[in-house]
T-cell receptor, first 114, second 111 residues
Framework: SQTIHQWPATLVQPVGSPLSLECTVE??????LYWYRQAAGRGLQLLFYSVGIGQISSEVPQNLSASRPQDRQFILSSKKLLLSDSGFYLC?????????????FGPGTRLTVL | LAKTTQPISMDSYEGQEVNITCSHN???????ITWYQQFPSQGPRFIIQGYKTKVTNEVASLFIPADRKSSTLSLPRVSLSDTAVYYC????????????FGQGTTLQVKP
């Protein structure tokens, strides 16, 4: 069966520090991968998605970036965090085109920028 | 991607049936209607998906009228553990699979 992992689970970082969040998927090949952010009490905002290795699409201009160095690995990064980057970050995967449309979410990373 | 509209919040009591209606007037021909459930500090979890008429699984039922401009998620005999946020989305079968989440419906189940 497929599983999705995210780490770390929680993170407290000072303003201006770098960020690296990692997401890995097991049990599937060539998945579509997604990064979302959820502010407190709000819905999910799609940040990036990827349909293949090295292919990244950005949905919202910001100081975050994403990379997909391997088929089942998706990384969210920042060179300098802002206070507004605080939130709950979720990674999700979906079968590639032709599979089911449902997205499966990881456990999330709670990021607090102080 | 279909824009969806659903109530911000709903209250219910244990043992009652809860129906949450979602409007999606501009749903595309190839979009499925999908509902997710999210508990605090967890990622959303798929509940049910349908295209038209009625779909039922072990968790919920989904009713979609012929014009597909709305859908109703039905949760039978809710319990306290069903307190969560419920999102309605129109999912296309395109290559990107992008989803647009609204604010969802916060369901509060009371004892």
């Amino acid at each position: 069966s497929q599983t999705i992992h995210q780490w770390p689970a929680t993170l407290v970082q000072p303003v201006g520090s770098p960020l690296s969040l990692e997401c890995t998927v097991e049990g599937t090949s060539n998945p579509n991968l997604y990064w979302y952010r959820q502010a407190a009490g709000r819905g999910l905002q799609l940040l990036f998605y990827s349909v293949g290795i090295g292919q990244i699409s950005s949905e919202v201009p910001q100081n975050l970036s994403a990379s997909r160095p391997q088929d089942r690995q998706f990384i969210l990064s920042s060179k300098k965090l802002l206070l507004s980057d605080s939130g709950f970050y979720l990674c999700a995967w979906r079968e590639p085109h032709g599979g089911t449309d449902t997205q499966y979410f990881g456990p999330g990373t709670r990021l607090t920028v102080l | 991607l279909a824009k969806t509209t659903q109530p911000i919040s709903m209250d219910s009591y244990e043992g009652q049936e809860v129906n949450i209606t979602c409007s999606h007037n501009n749903i595309a021909t190839n979009d499925y209607i999908t509902w997710y459930q999210q508990f605090p500090s967890q990622g959303p979890r798929f509940i049910i998906q349908g295209y038209k008429t009625k779909v039922t699984n072990e968790v919920a039922s989904l009713f979609i009228p012929a014009d597909r401009k709305s859908s109703t998620l039905s949760l039978p005999r809710v319990s306290l553990s069903d307190t969560a946020v419920y999102y309605c989305l129109g999912e296309g079968s395109g290559n990107t699979g992008k989803l647009i989440f609204g604010q969802g419906t916060t369901l509060q189940v009371k004892p």
